[in-house]
């Protein structure tokens, strides 16, 4: 079985078709798992989109905070930023198939060992958790109320993780460390403001996976998110946002042996 974790893609399809050739040279794909931020920023966020729902149970997805953001859109909640490049998929035809299929994929994966997601957990969430927690929201975004959900999902608060949150503070802490957190403190606390890489931690923060006695160190976590971060191959870490949509490359880890496959990315957006 080869399995082939992709990171963010962010809607820069002929990138990836060239990947998934490269890949398809190197070996037989039984499975892609892709890192999240499917769409967005990148120009052909549709044909993204569309090409991965098409390859149907050769491949998985853990929702980005891009693709959140394309959900919140669809429904009036969040307006379109500058930079979005997801007008295309708002008017597809076939826009209502496609976010279906996309509220429906999960927020982690585990799989031979490795535990997928796209941002980072907290310390405390070992890995049984982690998936527990993130069925959580998995169950509100397929449900009746998923776009009541979605009017919530916005905003900073909680930074703290507690058990005994409860309601859309709890998903909403969830969530955002899934999808966004960097850095934290060692009781848990989420910084989202510093983008930078890892040495640019606030005082008192370092980044997620370096947090000592994470509960989570027993298996690998494959995650993207981190664009500054780049490539991170660690023995039990796996970092594969290598900045396609900023000019850097897109990457995919075999899973098996950590062979690593890369493709060159023209600029789509520039920094600030």
């Not at 209502?96 to 969430?125: I, K, S, T, Y």
């Not at 989570?216 to 998110?225: L, M």
């Amino acid at each position: 079985m080869k399995t082939y974790a992709i990171g963010d893609i962010q809607g820069c399809q002929f990138q990836l078709s060239s990947l998934l050739r490269f890949l398809s040279e190197s070996s037989t794909i039984t499975r892609l798992i892709f890192v999240g931020d499917l769409i967005n920023r990148g120009p052909q966020s549709l044909a993204t989109l569309r090409h991965i729902r098409s390859l149907g149970d050769h491949a998985e997805v853990v929702l980005g905070n891009h693709d959140l953001h394309l959900l919140a859109v669809s429904q009036g909640i969040r307006p379109l930023h500058p930079t979005d490049t997801l007008q295309d998929i708002l008017t597809a035809p076939d826009r209502d198939e496609l976010l279906d299929w996309l509220r429906h994929r999960p927020l982690a994966l585990f799989e031979q060992g490795n535990l997928l997601f796209h941002a980072g957990v907290l310390p405390e969430w070992d890995a049984p958790k982690v998936m527990s927690l993130a069925h959580e929201v998995e169950t509100m975004l397929r449900g009746p109320n998923w776009v009541d959900f979605l009017r919530h999902m916005y905003g900073n608060e909680p930074i703290h993780w507690d058990d005994n949150l409860q309601g859309y503070d709890r998903l909403r802490c969830i969530v955002n460390t899934l999808t966004r957190i960097r850095f934290c403190t060692p009781d848990g606390g989420i910084d989202f403001k510093i983008k930078e890489g890892a040495g640019a931690a606030p005082p008192g923060y370092v980044p997620w996976f370096d947090m000592p006695g994470r509960k989570t160190a027993d298996v690998t976590c494959v995650f993207g998110h981190w664009s500054a971060l780049g490539l991170t191959l660690r023995p039990n870490l796996i970092g594969l946002d290598t900045g396609c949509v900023w000019g850097g490359k897109l990457t995919a880890v075999r899973l098996e042996d950590r062979a690593l496959f890369q493709v060159d990315c023209p600029q789509a957006q520039r920094h600030g």
